[in-house]
Structure formats: C-alpha cells, structure tokens
C-alpha cells in the first residue's frame, strides 16, 4: 500500500514542476519519428541476412564491426571509435551425438555443444547415460556410480513463473556447470535438457563455464522433446551415448567493440546506451542481440533528427564479446576508469526486440523513486513496470563503479523458446515491437538526460 | 494525480477486507493450473489445423461446431448445447484484379474481394483507376470524374497510435464504405489499400457493407506494397483496371453458436466468458479467433479442474457469425432476454492470442472502480491497464441490456500484420502468450464470481 501511496506523492511533485506536459510532448515526438522513420529494423534486416551469426572471434564478427562503425556514422553521429580487446576464441566443428538403446542400432540426436565447451578432440567418448532431474539427485550420486558415465542433466525450464527470465535463471546453473560437476564425480561428459520455454525438438547452447580444478570435460544440450525420449528410453534400458566434437577453445585474438556518441552540449558526462554485437554461433543473432544493437542507434539517430540538445554526451556502445566472456564490458570500464570520465546514466537492451514494457533499474532508492515519478509519461507507451533490479551483463563493470545502470524490460514471453537457437531470426522480430523498444530507451534518455 | 490516489484508496480499502491474500493465492493456482496443463495450444492446433478456417455457412464451419461441442465436453461442461441462429453464407469464389499500364500487358495483382462484397458475376468489368488518398480528397471528387471509373482508396494504416486498434479504427471507415462511396459517384467497383500494419503485400479481408440504396458494386482489397506500387504507376500514367470476381452473397441458412456451462452453486445468474468460432475464409482463424474460443474454454476446464465453487453459472459461449453478421451475438442476446436470463458479467477474447496486459471494462465507474481496486492481484501477470472502454464486438446486445461487459486486451503489435489474412495461421500463436490470456480470464472471472 504504502509504496502506491508514494508513487502518488511523487507524481504529484513532478507534476508541479509543471513540466510533465513539455516531456509528454517530446515523447510524442520521439514515438512518431520512431514509428513512421525508424530504420532499426531495415538496419537489423542488414545485420541478420548480410551477415548473419557473429560470435566473437569469428569473420562475421569482424564484419558486424565495420557495419556498426557505419551504421553509427549514418546516424550522425559526432564522433564513432573502436575499442580495442583481447577476446576469447571458441569454434564449433564438427559435432555429433549418438545414443544406442540395448543392442539397437545408433541413433542420431539433434544437440548443440555448449559454448566455450572443449570437445572429443574429433575422437569418440562413450559411456552409459545416466539421468538425474534436480541438483539433489545429482547430490546423492556418489562418484563410483558416475565414474566413465554420462550424466543427463533433466531439469526442466518452469513453465509456471510468468517472467520467462526467472525460469532461465532457476535451470541456467545446469548448463554453466553441468560438465564441472560431472567431471567431479569421474564422468566422461555432460548432457543438459535445454533451457527452453517451448515445446520442440530445438537445442539451445549457451555459455558454460569450467572450474579451475578438474578435467575439462564436454557438455551438450538437447531439445526439450529428445530430452523426453531419451528419459523415456533409461526407464527400461540402459542406454549407451557417443560424442564426438571438435568444438574448443583456440586462444585469444585482438577485436573491439564499436562505439558511437553525440557530445554533450553543457558537459561531457556519459550516458551509455548499448547491447552487444556478438552473438552465439547459430541463428541470425536477431533477438539477442541484433535488436539490441538497432535500438540503441536508433536512440542516436532520433536525437540528431528531432534536433534534441543533448545536454551530456549520448554514447552507444556496441559491446564486444557478452555471450561468452564479457571481455567488451570489462573493457569499457576499464577505460572509462583509466579516462576518469564521469557516467551518469547506463542502460542496456539484452532481453530481446519484443515490445516493452518497463525498465529494471540497478541504482540508489532516491533515483529509482525519481524515475518513477515518471510513470505517467511512459504509460500512454505500454511501459509501466519499473520494478526489476537488475540491468545488462556488459553494464556490471559500470555498475560496480557506482554508475547507475538499467535494462529495456521488454514483454518475455516468447524470448527463450528461441533464444542461443538456429530459430533467433530476422522473422522472429516484430517491426513495431523492435521500434518501440527504441522509443522508450529514446524516451528514458531525454528524460535523465534533462532532469540529471 | 487524482485517478492514481482514488485507486492507492481503493486498494486500501480491498485490502481491509483481508481477501487479497487468499485471492492471491488463488490467482497463482489458476496460473500454474494454465501454463503446466493448458490445453487450449494443442486444442488450437486442432482447430486450425484440422478444421483450418471457417466462414459461417461453410462446411468447415459446421465442422467446428462439432469441434467445439465436444471441446466443452471434455473440459467438463455441466451442460453443453447448440444455439440455432440464422446466418448469412457469403461465399469469395474465383477473383482476379489485372492493371495495365498504357500499352503495357495485363499485370495481375494479388488481392482478396472484402467480405460481403459482390462479385462481377464472372464477367470481366474494367475502367480508369482514379486514386484518393483521404476522405477529404474523396469529397472533393466530382460524380462526373468518377463516372464508370475504379476509386483507389489509398488511406495507409498509421503506424504513429501505439495501439494499433487505433490505427485499425481509423483506418476502417475505407474498408466498410469504399464500395457505396464510389457507387454514389457512379464509379464501377473500388479497391482499397489494406487495413494493415505490415509493410508486406498481403492483402486483408474483413467485413464491408452496403447502404440501403445505390447499387451493390464490388469492393478489393491488395497489400501495401502493392498499393504502393500502384499509386507509383498513377504518378505518370493512367491505369486500366480489370475485375473478374464470382462472390457474393448467397442468401441465408440455418447455423449454431455452441454454448457450455457450468451451474452457479449459489444461483443462477450468469458469467460469460466467450468468443466468436466463425472466421474469414483465409488463413486458418487463430488469432481472429481461434484464440478467444480456446481461451473461454480453458476457463471452464481449470474452475472444474482446480474444483473452483462457482456461486454464479459460469458460460463458455462459442459465438456464430461474427465476422460478417454479428447474428451469434445478436441471437445470444435475444433468447436471454426472452428466457428472463440475468447475466451478472460478460467478457470476450476477440483481440488476438498475444500476451495480457489488461481488460477493457463498459460498466458503470463504480463496478470499473472495483475491478481497478483488483489491480494489485494482477500486476504480477502483466495486466495492469484496466483504460479501455469497450468490449467485444458479440457482447453489445448483452451491453445493450445493461449487462457490465467487457473484452481481454492483449498486446496489439503484431495483431494488424495478420488479421484477416492468409498469415493468421497457428504458427504465428506462442503457447505462453495463448496461455496468459486465457490466465486472465479466469482470473477475472473467479474474482467477479467471488465479489459480485
């Protein structure tokens, strides 16, 4: 109740500031230039079907880059720079696994290695599968059952929370930790029920991590409907898995991150607005985080157009290397650090291109009661929850500096049925959703950057 | 600043009742109940999958019928029968548009004849394309210039309303009048650029009438980027068109809305939750409105599942002919009225599958102040806009009488790149968004059943 009572009082006070009608025009203006002139989703066509997957490391990454830097130019930008960092090197290969069920014939399984995964070393691991559904089974498992096995990690993705988000947070310790726990107790490598919201046969991969300690193992994901037939098949039989992999990691190699700002006309303090330009290595990377990318030019773009003084200097930053390492974040904090420059506002859009809904603000109670206050502007917009505390991956290091970060909280439902997937395309991403993702980070923007 | 403290009070005053927290609880069994064991995905691939789409007085519109009394049965209807009504049968037939460009060939244009709409009775009819871009234009059209011509109405769908039913209702008076506006001018037939907000070439149907008197000339519709096209070709040229069309309506027969309940424990009165079975003749119906039917029976199946007492009956009502007659809902209202049947509250799904995000209420401020009183219950599933003052198309007669209606607001975005087109197919419906909705509704109707 008493939170209700003080979001009033709060609108009250900025509504005697006597400034909300000014701000509720400039919104209009924003959404309409938006609307009817935005180009992030011709510009996020570009980036999926011209280049399509760009993990770091890879050719198409070092692509995206080049798009980036133009595309930041092409929004008028004052000023567009590539920062240079180490990142990690994963690739694929070739990969395959098989199961044979009594003396049945190998059966072929559709899966994907999870990143940063080593492989077979393109040579055949087999074992007996065994399966556990929660982490207490896997707890009771003493290491003589597990030595030379497979473990099958069967958690599955709840359905029953309503933020899909908090059903990838409860599974996700089973794929960033599946082949490290296995190979605790002697197994030969992992297998994991994919984090997925639908009901298909897709695998998801996705960032594992290795302990230091240990042999570093192999772990897969399966879709959610193998992962069914497969714990049909151990009900009765033993059953027999094969993998064979070339996936791995292959060093460091130098890369950047693509940035792009107009300068503040009172100062040059820095608001941050950003996602990140890598993805994973299936898929066109569109959701995650193609519109991200889009979006936040388009923040750019729309101040340029609408010839908004921006009092602090509006930096986009297309972060290198979120998916698996981060290195792009930690680098752009380092440097701000180093440069002594002051942020004052960071926000990032990593949760797809779906139509917002609210904004997850990671920042001191007087500042979130600030932006609050705001509510009656954003809500004619469909945006309405400014309850989340969290904010994007790449904006931690920020975040740690005492910068006061947040994150585009777009609708969630339909984000990890294809999320890390082959199915995170150009046709997944609604025009008018992608569009209006960047109205509200456009919004957002004009308003710390007025009121801050 | 006044609205949001009436509510904190109202909330307070909920609150005082010391219900919140049992009715909490409640709306979590109900939406656990839905998104682990709801049947209405699968029950939607069935319809439209197997069924497909199902214009009244079609085949497969009889099909549903059955389809749909057996769904009610299952889901455990306490009583399930067939509501006859009489319905129109209009029926598309062969159609092709051609255009030539000064001496150019014949080019053919994709296009659908708008429902309703006479046809050329397979006889070719041609004539100048004259193009408005506006009523206003329109108006200013003189009857000898549109004399034995083809009017284009070339009103584009504005993607400015953050609500695209705005942009559908603005844009809507095109498609309903086009045909008795060019007649009164002496024109030949029309076409109109689609009510659409994709930038595609799929043309959408969707209901056009005639006035009483004037000639019943044919009405088309063709995509946006065809009119496009076409409106580029008018710059410079005059172009020919030329209509072969065999629609038209076919008099009358005798049909069914199918209707399930479940009886009110404490008495009679009753709840509808409803939407309409029929569809356009294009694309398979899912979201227009093989969604509200498998919604409003999901209600039913979790209040019998979860054992819910219902003091009210509560009554699934599968609505005949609502895309181009309205004579389920109108005949629904007549035999409650003429069975002295008091209804306590109606709600209808007929805005499309997509995640909840509020219900639109038509009842006096006092019961809408109520409702808003609940808004605390529901926030946690996404529905927070209790705004909107309108209800489903089916429910007027009952609105009519007096009865508080009201209608599910889903998001909007993506509902205008599909409705009335081939593309309103199953795979544009995700599981979770179907699922939420039908959440809603049975949040709704558990609370008006419990409080009213």
């Known amino acids: 109740m008493k939170k209700i009572i003080g979001t009033s009082l709060l609108f009250l006070s900025f509504s005697v500031f006597g400034q909300t009608k000014e701000d509720s025009i400039q919104f209009n203006k924003i ?13 996020l066509k570009e980036l999926t079907k011209n280049i399509g997957h760009r993990l770091s490391g890879s050719d198409s990454y070092e692509k995206a880059v080049k798009w980036a830097e133009s595309k930041l130019k092409n929004a008028r930008a004052d000023r567009v720079w590539l920062q240079e960092v180490m990142i990690p090197v994963w690739t694929r290969g070739k990969e395959s696994l098989k199961i044979k069920v009594r003396d049945g014939k190998w059966l072929n399984l559709k899966m994907l290695s999870l990143g940063n995964s080593e492989g077979t070393g393109g040579k055949d691991i087999s074992g007996d599968i065994i399966m556990v559904k929660s982490m207490e089974e896997y707890d009771k498992l003493l290491p003589e059952q597990v030595k030379d096995k497979i473990l099958f990690f069967n958690y599955p993705f709840k359905q029953s929370f309503i933020e899909t988000f908090k059903g990838y947070s409860d599974a996700a310790k089973y794929r ?19 984090l997925s919201s639908a009901f298909d046969d897709v695998p998801h991969t996705g960032a594992m991590y290795y302990e230091n300690e240990g042999p570093q193992i192999p772990a897969v994901a399966i879709g959610n409907t193998t992962a069914d037939e497969l714990a049909n098949y151990l009900k009765n039989n033993p059953v027999l898995a094969k993998l064979n ?43 995650d985080d193609g519109a991200g990318i889009v979006q936040s030019i388009e923040v750019l773009r729309t101040f340029k157009k609408l010839g908004i003084q921006n009092n602090h200097t509006i930096r986009v930053v297309c972060f290198a290397n979120e998916e698996n390492g981060v290195r792009g974040g930690v680098q752009y904090g380092k440097i701000a650090k180093e440069n002594n420059e002051k942020h004052i506002f960071a926000i990032e859009s990593d949760a797809g291109g ?58 969630s439902q339909r984000y990890f ?33 007025k009121y801050w």
């Open 245 to 287: 992999s070339n996936c791995g990691m292959k060093g460091e190699k130098s890369s950047y991150s693509v940035i792009g700002e107009i300068t503040g006309k009172k100062d040059k303090s820095v608001i941050v607005v950003g996602g990140h330009l890598d993805s994973w290595d299936v898929g066109e990377g569109a959701h």
């Open 354 to 411: 779906f139509t917002p809904r609210g904004i997850a603000l990671q920042m001191d109670n007087e500042k979130i009661n600030q932006i609050k206050s705001w509510t009656e502007l954003f809500f004619p917009y469909g945006v309405y929850n400014f309850e989340g505390r969290y904010s994007g991956t790449d904006l931690y290091p920020l975040h740690d500096m005492g910068v006061p970060t947040a994150e585009l909280v777009p609708d």
């Open 31 to 43: 959404s309409t230039e938006i609307l009817n002139n935005g180009k992030g989703y011709t510009e």
């Open 176 to 194: 960033v930790n599946a082949a490290s726990l296995t190979a605790k107790k002697g197994g030969k490598f992992a297998i994991i029920r994919s």
């Open 417 to 449: 049925d294809i999320h890390h997937t082959e199915e995170d395309t150009f046709e997944k991403v609604n025009r008018r959703e992608l569009l209006l993702g960047a109205t509200t980070m456009t919004q957002i923007i004009y308003m710390i950057d």
